[in-house]
């Protein structure tokens, strides 16, 4: 599968994710291409800087030699607005990825037939060369 878009990430990821119970947090790693190479589920529970540690979300990109990378979570109520928390670790995620040299292309929180892309959103990915 090919990555234009958060389209065509939350139609893969969508009725798998907007029934959870609990956050989940997955990477999608790609390759040059833009195609999915591997996907991860990275994180279960709530989601805050304390649990979404970067050296475990690019672990798993740097031993597939990852080109880019998105993450994802879900939002168990079913809205997809970001909090300050998930704002505060994309931040920090892309700033790590820039520095690792595997960019974060987008975070897309998934809520019930419904999404929030951060990279849409703007400000947390300014920073971000493509």
């Not at 040059?32 to 672990?59: A, C, Y």
């Amino acid at each position: 599968m090919d990555h234009s878009g958060p389209e065509d990430v939350t139609e893969r990821v969508m009725e798998e994710m907007r029934f959870l119970q609990q956050e989940h947090f997955i990477a999608l790693y790609l390759n040059t291409k833009n195609q999915v190479m591997h996907k991860q589920t990275l994180f279960i529970g709530g989601l805050n800087s304390s649990i979404v540690h970067p050296r475990e979300v690019f672990k798993e990109g740097i031993r597939r030699s990852a080109a880019s990378m998105i993450c994802l979570h879900n939002h168990p109520s079913g809205d997809p607005s970001p909090s300050k928390e998930d704002i505060q670790v994309t931040k920090r995620l892309v700033d790590c990825g820039n520095i690792i040299g595997i960019p974060v292309l987008d975070h897309i929180i998934i809520g019930d037939q419904c999404y929030v892309s951060l990279r849409d959103l703007g400000g947390v990915f300014e920073s971000v060369n493509l």
